[in-house]
């Protein structure tokens, strides 16, 4: 029998050591309740049991209770797919979990989010020019961007409305974005419906000032943060202005302003309710919008049916929204109905520099920089509004009367000697300074440089009327004096004063010593000898006759004898600019002959002190000018000089006239204008320039013409830079101011003065003495007359004749009944008579009556002669009592 089991009894089969705790516990499990107590009756029974057991029991108490998982997940005590399933609070508490970390991470985004600097774009703005009528002339400014912001109190309140009423109704109230119309939009577009934004005004904003058009979820990420930012710390008046400035508007205008211009051609601030609605409407898309835009013809001018309907059916909504939301009366929205649909104007172009465009917004701003309005930066930065001088139509007429001229007489194809030629132009008003017409050059896109201003061309003859200013006012110096005088030392003259005109006079200086010049070639001083225009020889001229003829040789003598600082004086005062005189000292003999080179402007706003009677004005081209975010507000304060006495100027004028009324004047065909015209030409050494100069009492107008290549790359063989003669120019001999320069002056003067009323200059009056200068001969001193002593006897009539000379009153010179032959008829100088007063009056008045009466030829010979022989002959006698001084005393 097979031995008993430890523990059991002969049938019981001995039990295997357990191979592990899990083998043991289910062996346990499988004993029942008993098992314990059966092991333990074994264990006691037998060592090896007893072992095992404690070993077991120490293993068990050794371990931990089993920790339950934070997530339990996969979930335990669950087998298959049921494990993977979460449970309803782990669900729960994972939503939680998310949400709270996604507001957290807002919240941390938010706190994050800075507001950035604004959009290069954004602060890119345009200058806007304006006609003098207040038309628009051109969109322009350094950025090609056209808009110019407005601050909200200039955009109108209708247009506020409208915006707000169809883009966001809730702006004033939301948080600066708008979740349920997010999802409106969202839904709408799930159902085919109109695409929709769902973005506030706010959201727009933002984009428009601070992001790009990007359509990515970065961006509207961005866009959603920096809305509600925005919202919070920038209030809703900044944003509105801000959305309104930076909108786009099509026609490449942004923001209302530009858009205002764009489609009605006026301020924002002018626009109606019913043009605010229509703008309104192009927020929505102006390629949709715009009646003029997608059209089906070839012009811009063309209508697209399609974008009118849908513009007139999105203004009426527009104007129903207003009404919707209760900023427009029922009843107004009914007016505004009857009078139909605001029509636009057809596109134009905004950005155009081309023809002499460019030349005016330069020259506008030059103005504005040179008045420290504005620096160059500032003005290249946009946003000014900037109202000009400058008459469109003269602006064109000036432009047309260049073109006509050029047309007409050169062909540089066919002359070389008509290449490079080149016109500048301005037209100035008298009293006033407004510049209204320049002619800067052909076209601003190809020739950069303005013709109207200085460009270095000598004005020639036509600087002669400021040396006759400085005789009439300043007076020339005293022979025996200083360089330097006082007024009260000199002797200020008329302008029937005479002086040699020879030509190569050897001219002087005031005290009568050789003027001498360096030779450029020698390097040794010599005596100047000047010569006249053609080698013409006049004589004997008065200074008014000089002036008719243009005779050099008086006016460089006169110029001496005044003073060539005292001449540039005049000059400056007149209105030419210091620095375009260049030097004037008693050195530069031919400062009078015009060796400055002042431009077009400035020699019609001088010749415009004349015109008005010598009250003189500073040439300006812009009386306003706006930029509201710099704070700027410019308006222009007319400021005017009495730079010369009234008849000093009216003196200069009555000259003037000489040049266009006179037989000989070198601006005869002037007269062509039938209005009373002051002129003068002018034409340099080697017929480098031409001029006209000449105004009448509303309008002055000076013409230059010269041959100058823009650059090297114009030159033909043999050609250089720098000013070319103009001889063969034209195919003429030579340009004289009285040619082509006259032809452009007297087309435009037609054209401008048309219509106007024709005005008269004023009189003059008498002025300055009587001098012969330059080597003119002045009359022989009269011979002492004999009187009578009252204490002689009076010879009886009945005596003999005797040797003696006779008393009879008979033989007193001033005798009525003499015969002219005798030296006292009323032409002697030995007349005793006359005086001052006989001679400036009789002189005076009847040259004048007698001139005016009798017509342009025999006024000109007979009252220049009999005035000028009658006046000085009889005025300028030794018994001369009013104002006479020596022999060549009297005021005349």
């Known amino acids: 029998?097979?031995?008993?089991?430890?523990?059991?009894?002969?049938?019981?089969?001995?039990?295997?050591?357990?191979?592990?705790?899990?083998?043991?516990?289910?062996?346990?499990?499988?004993?029942?309740?008993?098992?314990?107590?059966?092991?333990?009756?074994?264990?006691?029974?037998?060592?090896?049991?007893?072992?095992?057991?404690?070993?077991?029991?120490?293993?068990?108490?050794?371990?931990?209770?089993?920790?339950?998982?934070?997530?339990?997940?996969?979930?335990?005590?669950?087998?298959?797919?049921?494990?993977?399933?979460?449970?309803?609070?782990?669900?729960?508490?994972?939503?939680?979990?998310?949400?709270?970390?996604?507001?957290?991470?807002?919240?941390?985004?938010?706190?994050?989010?800075?507001?950035?600097?604004?959009?290069?774009?954004?602060?890119?703005?345009?200058?806007?020019?304006y006609w003098d009528d207040g038309s628009r002339m051109v969109v322009s400014g350094a950025s090609n961007v056209n808009r110019q912001n407005l601050p909200l109190s200039e955009i109108p309140a209708a247009m506020q409305d409208s915006v707000i009423s169809a883009e966001n109704a809730s702006f004033y109230s939301d948080p600066g974005i708008d979740l349920m119309g997010i999802g409106r939009a969202v839904l709408n577009m799930a159902r085919g419906g109109e695409v929709q934004s769902g973005s506030t005004i706010t959201q727009q904003y933002v984009k428009n000032m601070y992001l790009t058009q990007d359509q990515t979820i970065e961006r509207k990420a961005r866009e959603l943060l920096l809305s509600v930012k925005v919202g919070a710390e920038t209030s809703k008046d900044d944003i509105l202005e801000g959305y309104l400035n930076t909108s786009d508007f099509g026609r490449g205008a942004l923001g209302i302003q530009a858009a205002a211009q764009a489609y009605y051609g006026k301020d924002a601030i002018d626009l109606t309710d019913s043009e605010c609605a229509f703008l309104t409407s192009l927020l929505k898309g102006p390629a949709l919008y715009d009646p003029f835009i997608g059209g089906e013809g070839d012009t811009v001018n063309d209508i697209n049916q399609a974008n009118q309907e849908r513009a007139e059916e999105r203004w009426s909504w527009v104007l129903d929204r207003r009404v919707e939301v209760g900023n427009l009366d029922a009843a107004e929205r009914q007016a505004i109905a009857e009078e139909g649909f605001p029509d636009p104007n057809p596109p134009t172009p905004a950005m155009e520099q081309a023809g002499q465009i460019g030349y005016l917004t330069t020259l506008a701003d030059n103005y504005l920089i040179a008045q420290d309005i504005a620096t160059r930066e500032e003005l290249d930065m946009g946003g000014w509004q900037i109202h000009t001088t400058f008459n469109k139509e003269m602006v064109e007429q000036m432009e047309q009367a260049v073109q006509g001229v050029q047309e007409e007489n050169l062909d540089p194809e066919e002359r070389p000697e008509d290449r490079h030629v080149q016109f500048g132009g301005a037209a100035v008003v008298p009293g006033d300074g407004a510049i209204k017409a320049i002619y800067g050059g052909e076209d601003y896109t190809e020739h950069f440089v303005n013709n109207a201003d200085n460009v270095g061309a000598q004005v020639g003859s036509t600087f002669k009327p400021f040396v006759l200013a400085a005789a009439m006012r300043d007076g020339i110096r005293d022979p025996e004096g200083d360089a330097e005088q006082p007024p009260e030392d000199r002797t200020r003259l008329s302008p029937d004063a005479e002086y040699l005109s020879e030509d190569g006079l050897l001219?002087?200086?005031?005290?009568?010593?050789?003027?001498?010049?360096?030779?450029?070639?020698?390097?040794?001083?010599?005596?100047?000898?000047?010569?006249?225009?053609?080698?013409?020889?006049?004589?004997?001229?008065?200074?008014?006759?000089?002036?008719?003829?243009?005779?050099?040789?008086?006016?460089?003598?006169?110029?001496?004898?005044?003073?060539?600082?005292?001449?540039?004086?005049?000059?400056?005062?007149?209105?030419?600019?210091?620095?375009?005189?260049?030097?004037?000292?008693?050195?530069?003999?031919?400062?009078?002959?015009?060796?400055?080179?002042?431009?077009?402007?400035?020699?019609?706003?001088?010749?415009?002190?004349?015109?008005?009677?010598?009250?003189?004005?500073?040439?300006?081209?812009?009386?306003?000018?706006?930029?509201?975010?710099?704070?700027?507000?410019?308006?222009?304060?007319?400021?005017?000089?009495?730079?010369?006495?009234?008849?000093?100027?009216?003196?200069?004028?009555?000259?003037?006239?000489?040049?266009?009324?006179?037989?000989?004047?070198?601006?005869?065909?002037?007269?062509?204008?039938?209005?009373?015209?002051?002129?003068?030409?002018?034409?340099?050494?080697?017929?480098?320039?031409?001029?006209?100069?000449?105004?009448?009492?509303?309008?002055?107008?000076?013409?230059?013409?010269?041959?100058?290549?823009?650059?090297?790359?114009?030159?033909?063989?043999?050609?250089?830079m720098g000013f070319m003669s103009m001889y063969g120019t034209a195919d003429k001999e030579r340009i004289n101011g009285g040619s082509l320069p006259l032809d452009v002056w007297l087309a435009f003067m037609q054209a401008a003065m048309e219509g106007e009323p024709v005005e008269e200059f004023p009189e003059p009056?008498?002025?300055?003495?009587?001098?012969?200068?330059?080597?003119?001969?002045?009359?022989?001193?009269?011979?002492?007359?004999?009187?009578?002593?009252?204490?002689?006897?009076?010879?009886?009539?009945?005596?003999?004749?005797?040797?003696?000379?006779?008393?009879?009153?008979?033989?007193?010179?001033?005798?009525?009944?003499?015969?002219?032959?005798?030296?006292?008829?009323?032409?002697?100088?030995?007349?005793?008579?006359?005086?001052?007063?006989?001679?400036?009056?009789?002189?005076?008045?009847?040259?004048?009556?007698?001139?005016?009466?009798?017509?342009?030829?025999?006024?000109?010979?007979?009252?220049?002669?009999?005035?000028?022989?009658?006046?000085?002959?009889?005025?300028?006698?030794?018994?001369?009592?009013?104002?006479?001084?020596?022999?060549?005393?009297?005021?005349?």
């Open 1 to 129: 029998m097979p031995p008993a089991g430890p523990g059991g009894g002969p049938d019981t089969p001995p039990e295997r050591p357990y191979g592990s705790r899990a083998e043991a516990r289910r062996a346990a499990q499988r004993g029942g309740g008993g098992g314990r107590r059966r092991a333990a009756s074994a264990a006691e029974g037998t060592g090896a049991a007893e072992g095992t057991g404690r070993a077991a029991r120490r293993r068990r108490a050794s371990e931990p209770p089993k920790k339950k998982r934070f997530i339990d997940y996969p979930r335990s005590g669950y087998r298959g797919l049921r494990r993977w399933v979460p449970s309803w609070k782990q669900v729960l508490g994972s939503s939680i979990a998310f949400m709270g970390l996604l507001i957290g991470l807002v919240g941390v985004a938010y706190a994050l989010t800075e507001i950035p600097d604004q959009n290069e774009i954004a602060m890119q703005e345009s200058n806007v020019y």
């Open 507 to 720: 001219i002087r200086n005031y005290n009568g010593d050789p003027v001498l010049v360096e030779n450029s070639d020698t390097g040794e001083d010599e005596e100047w000898h000047q010569a006249n225009f053609e080698g013409h020889s006049q004589g004997d001229v008065t200074l008014r006759e000089a002036m008719e003829v243009s005779a050099n040789a008086p006016f460089v003598q006169l110029g001496m004898d005044i003073g060539p600082a005292t001449v540039a004086q005049a000059a400056e005062d007149a209105g030419l600019s210091p620095e375009s005189l260049g030097k004037a000292d008693d050195t530069v003999p031919t400062f009078a002959l015009g060796v400055s080179t002042p431009g077009p402007i400035r020699m019609a706003s001088a010749y415009a002190t004349f015109a008005a009677s010598g009250e003189q004005a500073d040439p300006y081209s812009v009386t306003s000018a706006k930029n509201p975010a710099r704070g700027v507000d410019f308006e222009h304060e007319a400021a005017t000089d009495q730079a010369f006495e009234s008849n000093v100027a009216d003196n200069v004028t009555d000259v003037l006239t000489e040049v266009v009324e006179g037989d000989e004047g070198s601006g005869r065909r002037a007269q062509e204008l039938d209005r009373p015209v002051a002129a003068k030409t002018g034409t340099t050494d080697d017929n480098k320039s031409a001029w006209f100069v000449g105004y009448t009492p509303q309008l002055s107008t000076a013409i230059g013409m010269w041959r100058l290549p823009d650059s090297e790359d114009d030159l033909a063989e043999g050609e250089q």
């Open 765 to 892: 009056g008498e002025i300055g003495e009587m001098h012969y200068g330059g080597g003119a001969e002045s009359p022989e001193p009269p011979p002492p007359v004999e009187t009578t002593d009252p204490t002689d006897e009076p010879v009886d009539p009945t005596d003999e004749p005797s040797d003696e000379p006779s008393d009879d009153p008979t033989d007193d010179p001033t005798d009525p009944t003499d015969d002219p032959s005798e030296p006292c008829n009323e032409w002697d100088p030995a007349c005793t008579d006359g005086g001052t007063d006989v001679g400036t009056d009789q002189g005076t008045d009847q040259g004048t009556d007698q001139g005016t009466d009798q017509g342009t030829d025999q006024g000109t010979d007979q009252g220049t002669d009999q005035g000028t022989d009658q006046g000085t002959d009889q005025g300028n006698t030794a018994e001369g009592t009013d104002g006479a001084t020596g022999w060549f005393g009297g005021t005349g």
